[in-house]
């Protein structure tokens, strides 16, 4: 017996892609060992990307995107999950190679999914999402490396958006000082309500640096924009710290020396959350539940319908979004 339930299709036509809300069949669903009933999605950038069909992204259509979804689990034949498990997907390039959240019903490996932590709700866990998860990973980089809450500012580019969002809330929580980065003068006093020490405009950072060694002024960074921004705060950190790179909304071109790396001895840590092996991503959903206030993770939300999708898909990609942005479907 199948049934029916409503998705967000994507489908393409002489290479244009068109989004509409679709009632399909639970027999449409991709393979996989366990059926997931969607409660709550998210809107990243990335998804913004496929539901615009920018950067060939998706190679196959018909396409439900969503890289993230929290739900209960329907059906299983994963030994790790039964029925009433309530469960939550982040990465796996789910959205994009694989069918994923932005519809009442998901199916996919087993192997994917984790159990929603102890003290998160459905909802939380989207409104963290893969931008909360990857934040959650660059702070975590930066301790590892040494990150002392005493030695000075830690930048955030893009601190407006949804990494930068809920790394600010996550740094100031745990007690460092955040100087946020942002081109958005109406978005500074939201920063400050998350933690925010210091507001530097994105200008100030925006263009390529006259030296390859500039005054040392940061102790960290987690870095959103990538491009010249990059550039330019990398002839900046103190000697010994890092920069967590988790995004490219400035470019991906790196225009560099090496002076920074010889001279200075600093680190640039990639950070790569779709593919983070299970337990490094068991281990990081456990430090989201006990290190992300939730008050100031309900701040930073705005929730929406599925029928919402597609405007604020445009709107994501022109930088008209703020914070997280939850998807409720079956909540």
């Given at each position: 017996?199948?049934?029916?339930?409503?998705?967000?299709?994507?489908?393409?036509?002489?290479?244009?892609?068109?989004?509409?809300?679709?009632?399909?069949?639970?027999?449409?669903?991709?393979?996989?060992?366990?059926?997931?009933?969607?409660?709550?999605?998210?809107?990243?950038?990335?998804?913004?990307?496929?539901?615009?069909?920018?950067?060939?992204?998706?190679?196959?259509?018909?396409?439900?995107?969503?890289?993230?979804?929290?739900?209960?689990?329907?059906?299983?034949?994963?030994?790790?999950?039964?029925?009433?498990?309530?469960?939550?997907?982040?990465?796996?390039?789910?959205?994009?190679?694989?069918?994923?959240?932005?519809?009442?019903?998901?199916?996919?490996?087993?192997?994917?999914?984790?159990?929603?932590?102890?003290?998160?709700?459905?909802?939380?866990?989207?409104?963290?999402?893969?931008?909360?998860?990857?934040?959650?990973?660059?702070?975590?980089?930066?301790?590892?490396?040494?990150?002392?809450?005493?030695?000075?500012?830690?930048?955030?580019?893009?601190?407006?958006?949804?990494?930068?969002?809920?790394?600010?809330?996550?740094?100031?929580?745990?007690?460092?000082?955040?100087?946020?980065?942002?081109?958005?003068?109406?978005?500074?006093?939201?920063?400050?309500?998350?933690?925010?020490?210091?507001?530097?405009?994105?200008?100030?950072?925006?263009?390529?640096?006259?030296?390859?060694?500039?005054?040392?002024?940061?102790?960290?960074?987690?870095?959103?924009?990538?491009?010249?921004?990059?550039?330019?705060?990398?002839?900046?950190?103190?000697?010994?710290?890092?920069?967590?790179?988790?995004?490219?909304?400035?470019?991906?071109?790196?225009?560099?020396?090496?002076?920074?790396?010889l001279l200075r001895g600093i680190n640039l840590l990639g950070i790569d959350s779709v593919m983070c092996p299970a337990e490094p991503r068991h281990a990081t959903w456990q430090r989201v539940a006990s290190d992300l206030p939730l008050d100031k993770l309900n701040a930073m939300v705005e929730t929406h319908r599925l029928e919402d999708l597609p405007n604020l898909?445009?709107?994501?990609?022109?930088?008209?979004?703020?914070?997280?942005?939850?998807?409720?479907?079956?909540?």
């Amino acid at each position: 017996m199948t049934d029916s339930f409503r998705a967000l299709m994507l489908r393409e036509a002489d290479r244009k892609v068109t989004a509409a809300i679709e009632e399909i069949s639970t027999d449409d669903l991709p393979a996989g060992d366990v059926t997931v009933r969607v409660a709550y999605s998210t809107l990243n950038y990335k998804d913004g990307m496929v539901i615009g069909g920018i950067g060939r992204l998706v190679r196959d259509y018909p396409h439900v995107p969503g890289v993230d979804f929290s739900g209960t689990v329907e059906t299983s034949e994963h030994p790790d999950f039964k029925p009433g498990d309530q469960v939550l997907l982040t990465g796996y390039r789910v959205g994009e190679m694989h069918w994923g959240g932005h519809a009442e019903k998901a199916r996919v490996k087993g192997d994917w999914l984790v159990k929603l932590p102890d003290g998160l709700s459905l909802r939380d866990a989207m409104a963290v999402g893969t931008a909360g998860f990857t934040a959650m990973m660059a702070v975590g980089a930066l301790q590892a490396h040494g990150l002392a809450k005493d030695g000075g500012d830690v930048l955030v580019t893009g601190a407006a958006g949804g990494v930068g969002s809920v790394a600010t809330a996550i740094l100031a929580n745990l007690g460092y000082s955040v100087a946020a980065s942002t081109g958005r003068v109406e978005t500074h006093d939201y920063l400050r309500d998350l933690g925010a020490a210091t507001i530097i405009d994105r200008e100030e950072l925006a263009q390529a640096p006259s030296r390859p060694l500039a005054r040392e002024r940061f102790a960290g960074c987690i870095d959103n924009v990538a491009g010249t921004t990059l550039s330019n705060v990398l002839t900046q950190m103190m000697y010994g710290s890092s920069v967590a790179a988790v995004g490219l909304a400035g470019g991906n071109d790196l225009i560099a020396t090496v002076l920074p790396f010889l001279l200075r001895g600093i680190n640039l840590l990639g950070i790569d959350s779709v593919m983070c092996p299970a337990e490094p991503r068991h281990a990081t959903w456990q430090r989201v539940a006990s290190d992300l206030p939730l008050d100031k993770l309900n701040a930073m939300v705005e929730t929406h319908r599925l029928e919402d999708l597609p405007n604020l898909a445009r709107s994501i990609l022109k930088g008209g979004v703020r914070g997280r942005t939850v998807i409720e479907i079956g909540g």
